[in-house]
C-alpha cells in the first residue's frame, strides 16, 4: 500500500465477534500507516475474542462497545461519532452483523452507528463457508449492496473451523487497498483506460451479418464507472443501441478487424485494457457486394468463414503492454475454461460467465467470477454498474499489489 493513501480519512472500524476479530488488530495497525484516523467499536462478542485494550493502543484512541456507556457517551456521543466517519469499515462482519444492518436494527452501538452515520459503509464478511453460503446470508448480503453498502471479499481457502471454502476474512493489506479505492471519487486519475464492448457485425452481404447477442453493457458500465473515478477512458464499441457515457471517448466500430485495428493503435497509450467486447471469432471469407439470392434449386447455402485475429493475444504480444483484463462468456465449466483463457491469453485478471437464455449477454444484472494469477473472488448477481466497480477495485488492487511488491 502506497503511504497515505488514506491521508485524511476517518475511518470508524466495528470489529465484529468472530475468530477473525484477531486480524482487525493487523488493520488497524495498516489503516494507520496508509494515513487513517481509526476509531474502534466492537460487539460484544468481538471482545471475547480480543481484548478493547489491544485496539486502543493500536489507534491511540478509546474503544466503545456499548450504548450505554455514560462516560464515553459524554467524551464522544454515538451521534456524533457517526458523524465524524468518513468511512465506516466493519471488519470482520459476521452473519449476525450482516443480518441485524440488513434488518435495519440498532440493538447495539455498531448497528446504530450504521445507521447513524452518512458515511459510506463497507463490510468485510468473515464466517463458516456453509453460513457464507446459505441463501439467508446471501440474501442479506443482496439488500445491503443495494443500499449502496459496498462488500469487500470473502477470500477463499482454509478456515479456523478446519473447513475449506469462501469466508475468510480479506486479508488486512487488500482491505486497506479495498478501501483506498472507494475513498476518493478520482482513484483512477492519471490512468488511461481502454474498453471495447458488444458484438461484432460480420457482413456477409449489404443486408446480412453474423454477430452475437451481446449488448455491450457490461462493458459500458465499466467504461461508465472508470470516467466517474477519474479515468482518461476510450470506449470501442461494436454495434450497439446505447448512450455513451459521461466523460468517455468514444469510437464506433462494426467488424473484428475494425475494432482490432482501433485497440491495437491505442495500446502503447492504455495502462488498462478491459476487453468486453463478444468478438465474432470468424468472418465470411468475402462479403458478397449485392444481396445473396436464392436459387430456385437449392436449399442449403455454404459460407465459408475465415479467423478474425484474436485482439486480446495481440495485446498481450506487445512488449510494455497494458494490465490486460479479457471476459469469458462460457455455457459450461465456467472455473476451468476460464482459468484456461487466463493462462492461455498471457491476462492479468479474467472475468468470467455463465451464459445462456436470460443470463449474461442480454440480462440487466450477471455474477462474475474473477479470476487471475494465484486467486480468484466470485461477485454475486448484481447490477452491471455495481459489478464493474467491484472489477475495477479489483484491478486497482492488483496493479497496486504489484507496485508494491506483495502477492496480489
Ligand atoms: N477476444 C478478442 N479477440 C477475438 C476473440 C476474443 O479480443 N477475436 C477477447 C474477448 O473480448 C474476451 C476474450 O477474448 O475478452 C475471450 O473471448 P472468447 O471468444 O470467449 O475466447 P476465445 O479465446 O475465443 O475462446 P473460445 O472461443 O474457445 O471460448
Redesign the pocket.
Known amino acids: 500500500m502506497t503511504d497515505n493513501a488514506l491521508a485524511g480519512a476517518r475511518v470508524l472500524l466495528g470489529v465484529g465477534g468472530g475468530i477473525a476479530a484477531y486480524k482487525a488488530a493487523d488493520l488497524v495497525r495498516r489503516l494507520r500507516d496508509a494515513g487513517a484516523e481509526v476509531r474502534v467499536v466492537m460487539t460484544a462478542n468481538a471482545t471475547r475474542f480480543v481484548s478493547a485494550l489491544t485496539f486502543q493502543a493500536l489507534s491511540g484512541h478509546a474503544v466503545r462497545d456499548s450504548l450505554w456507556d455514560e462516560s464515553a457517551e459524554a467524551a464522544m456521543g454515538h451521534i456524533e461519532l457517526a458523524r465524524w466517519a468518513s468511512q465506516v469499515l466493519v471488519a470482520p462482519a459476521t452473519v449476525d452483523i450482516i443480518a441485524r444492518l440488513a434488518q435495519g436494527r440498532a440493538d447495539d452501538l455498531l448497528a446504530t452507528l450504521c445507521l447513524a452515520t452518512g458515511a459510506p459503509v463497507a463490510i468485510a464478511p468473515a464466517m463458516n463457508q456453509q453460513m457464507w453460503a446459505h441463501p439467508a446470508t446471501q440474501a442479506n448480503l443482496a439488500t445491503l449492496r443495494q443500499r449502496g453498502v459496498r462488500v469487500f471479499g470473502p477470500d477463499s481457502g482454509g478456515q479456523a473451523c478446519g473447513e475449506f471454502g469462501a469466508g475468510r476474512l480479506m486479508e488486512p493489506h487488500s482491505l486497506v487497498a479495498a478501501l483506498a479505492a472507494t475513498q476518493a471519487p478520482g482513484d483512477l486519475a492519471g490512468w488511461s483506460v481502454l474498453v ?1 464492448a458488444g458484438p461484432t457485425y460480420e457482413d456477409i452481404d449489404p443486408v446480412r451479418f453474423i454477430g452475437n447477442r451481446s449488448s455491450g453493457r457490461m462493458g459500458f458500465a465499466v467504461a461508465a464507472a472508470a470516467a466517474a473515478r477519474g479515468a482518461d477512458v476510450t470506449l470501442v464499441a461494436g454495434p450497439v443501441a446505447l448512450a455513451t457515457p459521461a466523460g468517455v471517448r468514444r469510437i464506433d466500430v462494426r467488424g ?1 478487424r475494425q475494432m ?1 485495428e482501433a485497440v491495437l493503435g491505442l495500446a502503447g497509450a492504455s495502462d488498462v485494457y478491459v ?7 470468424f468472418r465470411p471469407d468475402q462479403v458478397a457486394p449485392r444481396k445473396l439470392k436464392k436459387a430456385s434449386d437449392a436449399t442449403t447455402l455454404e459460407l465459408r468463414l475465415v479467423q ?6 495481440d ?1 498481450a504480444a506487445l512488449t510494455g503492454r497494458p494490465f490486460l ?6 455455457t459450461e465449466r465456467v472455473e476451468a ?1 476460464a482459468r484456461d ?1 487466463l493462462e ?2 498471457r491476462l492479468d485478471l479474467v472475468a468470467a460467465n455463465e451464459v445462456g437464455p436470460g443470463r449474461g449477454f442480454e440480462a440487466e444484472d450477471n455474477a462474475l467470477l474473477l479470476l487471475w494469477p494465484g486467486g480468484r473472488e466470485a461477485l454475486p448477481r448484481a447490477g452491471k454498474r455495481e459489478l464493474a466497480e467491484a472489477l475495477l477495485d479489483r484491478i486497482v488492487q492488483l496493479r497496486q499489489g504489484r507496485q508494491d511488491g506483495n502477492p496480489a
Open positions: 471495447s473484428a482490432h476487453a468486453a467486447a463478444a468478438v465474432g471469432d478474425n485475429p484474436d485482439i486480446l493475444a495485446m483484463v479479457g471476459f469469458a462468456a462460457e475454461h483463457k492461455r491469453k
